[in-house]
């Protein structure tokens, strides 16, 4: 569902994706995983037609997506990292809006919009208005719209990340209720483990580069230990100063 060959991004002398190619099979659940800074937001922009590859081709759900854009928005949903919510809009009509946007007629909109609201406990929150939201409503309604119009691939942009743990179980049990009925979900995350509950591949990026790809089954040790060997070393300091005073 997802072929990248030699994708490679350039911002004037500075490379953030350099030469990527992998592939995602329908229905995997695909973590991108690196440092801040490594380029995985980059390769979700050009993976879902937000930004041009300098080289290299990229196909999602059989379509080069430079070549057919309009088509592609049609068959995939994007939680972006800025959520993309309008503040002066309610969690209900985001969804009814969604709905309108993707031709999903009125009583499936509905009927969705229905579902996802009780789906993703925000029943009680559907007439609040963005801005009083908080981050977990927010994130859970932008998520909501990733899946209203039913997308044949699923982009995820931290999805995790500041959420509580009820909401990080709910969005979980949904992926991979929709990954068991061939939805295919690229996502990217810090929080190693939720990755390593829920993902069947693993793709490891460091400046631009695969470090790693593979089924989740097929690591040699934990996911926490390898991230640490390949892509980013964690530094400790003894910082003498902290701690009960000595004087």
Sequence with gaps: MIS?????????????????????????ICAFLGPNGAGKSTTVKMLTG???PTSGD???CGLNVQADPLELKRRIGVLPEDLGLFDDLTVEEHLLLTGSVYGVNRQDTRSRTDQLLH?????????????????????????????LPNPRVLFLDEPFE????????????LLASISRHGVTVFL?????????????????????KIVWNSPTGELPQSL????????????VEELEWLGPSRS
């Design 162 to 173: 500041a959420i509580d743990p009820v909401t990080s179980k709910i969005m979980r049990d």
């Design 224 to 235: 926490e230990q390898h991230y640490f060997d390949l892509v980013e070393t964690p530094v």
């Design 50 to 52: 937000l930004l041009p």
């Design 119 to 147: 789906a993703l406990s925000l029943g009680h929150g559907r007439n609040t208005f963005a801005r009083s939201c908080s981050h977990g409503m927010r994130k859970k309604t932008a998520f909501a719209m990733a899946l």
């Design 58 to 60: 990229v196909e999602v």
């Design 4 to 28: 990248c060959r030699n994708l490679t991004r350039r911002f004037g002398e500075f490379t953030a994706v350099d030469r990527l190619s992998f592939e995602v099979s329908a229905g995997a």
């Design 188 to 208: 990217t995350s810090h929080i190693l483990s939720v990755v390593e509950q829920i993902a069947t591949q693993l793709v490891m990026i460091r400046k631009g």
